[in-house]
């Protein structure tokens, strides 16, 4: 296969050359590939571009873009781009250009793609790989605890080392994701494709490797906004998820069904003087009629009802269904708390019969309403 090794850099000119020579002398003996170099300068205005011009000369598989700096994110995006569109890149592998990745695991990266992989990451937080021993307590803590965040804030824990930026991967996740990522710029970029690769069917294998701090230059990671960014991402990426499945659309139509149920029972009761079971009937019976026909054109649309004669009968179905549960649970609970204690609490008896009638409703919906065939 045609692999493509992509290098962002900024400001690397003493550690590019060296990382150049041993990724050569590392990926030498690889067979069954074809391997070419892709380096991506931010304009550094400490000459890398001039340097890597100047190898260029002697080493006809390196190859140069450049752009202004707008963070590592576009970055690697655009070399992404580059090494599919104009180098026809069928795997792509990326590595730091501050030698803090070992060259001589990149055949490895390669071999777990050669064995069924589809998204090799080099892993410090498995067997056999390692952060520096030399780190300061405080900046192992940031890095153990930042990577166990993510791996259960986003729930793959089977992935350890997350935000890394040395791995492999099939040039069918760039074409696929690469409209969603233009909107990281900065180092959350590596957690956020991961993460969208994952939910685009990635195999993902991980190589442990031995991670070591940079010989020359600084670190340009920010880490108070590097690790506000991570939880935002985190925060976001879960909210998405549970909009877009079928439980959070059931939660949002609930929602909507919750809003007018309310309204018309503080309406009828507060304004007209019903009673709060009475009036509570009347908003449920508008909700339930609100809740299907939501819940058939959204949350359960790859099951959906259609037909006249098959609409009306599953509508007769869900308003005994979900009678029994307004009836028996939600506005009983109203009763009993009437009874019990008074009726000048009777919203709170409301919203607690609600949230039992949450869960009965979605158990009955998803299986008998919107059953699979």
Same mark, same amino acid.
């Given at each position: ?9 900024y ?36 000459g890398?571009g ?72 080099g ?30 804030g ?38 956020? $494709?991961?993460?969208? &690769? /994952?939910?685009? +069917?990635? *195999?993902?294998?991980e !190589? ?10 600084h670190?340009k ?54 009673s ?24 359960f ?22 009678? $029994?549960?307004?009836? &028996? /649970?939600?506005? +009983?609970? *109203?009763?009993?708390? !009437? ?11 409301f ?8 869960i ?14």
């Amino acid at each position: 296969m045609n692999v493509v090794v992509i290098v962002p850099t900024y400001n690397e000119r003493e550690n590019i050359p060296i990382l150049l020579d041993q990724l050569a002398q590392a990926l030498r003996g690889v067979k069954n590939h074809t391997v070419s170099y892709l380096v991506v300068d931010d304009t550094s205005p400490d000459g890398t571009g001039d340097v890597v011009r100047a190898y260029q000369k002697t080493h006809r598989a390196v190859q140069m873009i450049t752009g202004k700096k707008e963070g590592l994110g576009h970055a690697l995006l655009r070399g992404m781009t580059h090494a599919v569109r104009h180098m026809h890149a069928e795997v792509i592998l990326q590595i730091d250009a501050d030698l803090s990745h070992d060259p001589t695991i990149a055949p490895q990266l390669l071999s777990a793609i050669d064995s069924g992989a589809t998204f090799a990451v080099g892993s410090r937080y498995i067997p056999g790989g390692a952060i520096p021993d030399n780190w300061g307590i405080i900046r192992k803590i940031y890095s153990i605890a930042g990577n166990t965040i993510v791996r259960f804030g986003l729930w793959h824990p089977g992935v350890h080392d997350w935000t890394g930026g040395y791995r492999a991967y099939v040039k069918r996740f760039y074409e696929e994701i690469h409209d969603e990522m233009k909107e990281y710029s900065g180092y959350v970029f590596q957690i956020a $494709f991961l993460h969208k &690769a /994952i939910h685009h +069917g990635a *195999i993902v294998a991980e !190589v442990p490797f031995h991670f070591t701090d940079r010989l020359y230059g600084h670190s340009k990671i920010a880490p108070a906004e590097y690790i506000f960014n991570i939880y935002k991402y985190i925060a976001l990426a879960r909210l998405g998820e549970l909009v877009q499945g079928t439980f959070g659309k059931f939660l949002v139509v609930g929602g909507i069904g919750f809003i007018l149920n309310a309204a018309l029972l503080i309406l009828f009761h507060n304004w007209f003087g019903w009673s709060a079971v009475a009036a509570n009937l009347v908003g449920a019976g508008v909700a339930i009629f609100s809740n299907f026909n939501l819940n058939n054109l959204w949350t359960f649309r790859h099951h959906k009802i259609s037909g006249f004669t098959q609409y009306v009968q599953k509508l007769i179905h869900f308003y005994a269904t979900s009678v $029994f549960g307004v009836v &028996a /649970i939600q506005t +009983g609970t *109203i009763a009993l708390g !009437v009874a019990a204690i008074g009726e000048r609490y009777y919203f709170i008896y409301f919203l607690l019969g609600t949230a039992l009638l949450l869960i009965w409703n979605y158990a009955v919906y998803s299986k008998f309403i919107w059953k699979k065939s």
